[in-house]
């Protein structure tokens, strides 16, 4: 069986998190979407529960994605799920310089593992969720950004944090 993790934070999650996500699964038998922790990233506006549930739901039409939580090393968890490739998304040349040097970590930390880059469609290159985020948080039209599921959590969740 062909395994891939596409790992991140998905906070939350976007149509350019969804373009990848569908454009891998195709390609393998099972893929694990993965929140992980980043310690690097300062402030969360969902927590993983959350996270976790905007992507279930934004994910339910493809049979074969599974949605899973770490907090440990990547390495380490695709031990765990007898996992070989890890498919990460990139949208500039920023991008890349970050990703390679990530990728080539895992590689010497574990040789077995494999890297797949994707770009994201051109439609989504300026997306990002900080970018989201920020957008939504000023009232600014997201709609075309994210589900309406995650618009809705979104909204939901300033809401209560504004108050």
């Known amino acids: 069986m062909k395994i891939a993790i596409c790992p991140g934070s998905y906070d939350p999650v976007t149509y350019g998190h969804l373009d990848i996500i569908k454009r891998s699964a195709v390609l393998v038998d099972k893929l694990i979407v993965t929140v992980f922790v980043n310690p690097s990233k300062k402030a969360s506006l969902f927590s993983i529960e959350e996270r976790l549930d905007m992507l279930r739901e934004t994910t339910k039409d493809i049979p074969n994605v599974e949605v899973d939580t770490s907090t440990g090393l ?63 948080y000023f009232n600014g039209d997201v709609s075309q950004m994210v589900p309406p599921y995650v618009e809705a959590m979104i909204e939901k969740k300033l809401k209560l944090l504004k108050k």
């Not at 040349?93 to 590689?107: H, P, W």
């Open 74 to 136: 990547l390495n380490v968890y695709a031990a765990s799920k007898n996992c070989h490739l890890i498919i990460r998304g990139l949208r500039a040349f920023s991008d890349f310089e970050y990703e390679f040097q990530r990728a080539l970590m895992i590689k010497k930390i574990d040789p077995t593992l494999e890297t797949a880059f994707f770009m994201t469609d051109g439609r989504y290159s300026y997306l990002s969720s900080t970018g989201v985020r920020e957008l939504a």
